[in-house]
């Protein structure tokens, strides 16, 4: 499994050219949509999968270091924000950040009931909530019969029930809390 904002999402089927195998893949970084990343698979078996960067992508991640603390520190403001505004509703649950832990918030993620009506009735009021895109692998075909632990895969199941709030820190402070006004206003008139 692949987690990186870089170079994790999908953005096309894989593909064959000059003998090598390639996955191209969205990079969301430092917001999504920022470009496409063409990425060689070194390694594809049922176990195992490793695959490299090219060497252009690697430069400018390089070069993005630079800007990652100022990046992060606009996002956490953000995500404070979204926790002002969301985390006393009743029924939504906002991210907790264990004691000791720093959250940089590549997604703001929050559940709660009625999660697709909540979606579109945002984005109709012109704010672009996600349904966050997780497959529940033990109830896809590829891995019929398996085994999967633990048993039901509470987890998997709860993180396709969420909802990404954008906190991204290419928004400005009044984005940010225009985003808060309307994804509240949404969450309270639900009912939840």
Partial sequence: MKSDARCARPAGGLYWQHGMLHRPAQICA?????????NRVMRLTPQEYSERFPNVQAALGLAALDKLDEWTERTRRHARVMDQALGALPGITVPQVPPERTHVYYQYCVY??????LVVRCVRKGVDIETLHVDVCSDLDLFAGERAEPLGTPGARRAAGAMQIPVYSTLTDQQAA????????VLASSGT
């Avoid at 709660?112 to 009506?117: I, N």
């Avoid at 225009?178 to 206003?185: D, L, N, P, S």
């Fill in 112 to 117: 709660g009931p009625q999660r697709d009506e």
């Fill in 30 to 38: 430092p917001l999504y949509g920022s470009g496409l990343s063409i």
């Fill in 178 to 185: 225009r985003v808060a006004r309307v994804v509240r206003g």
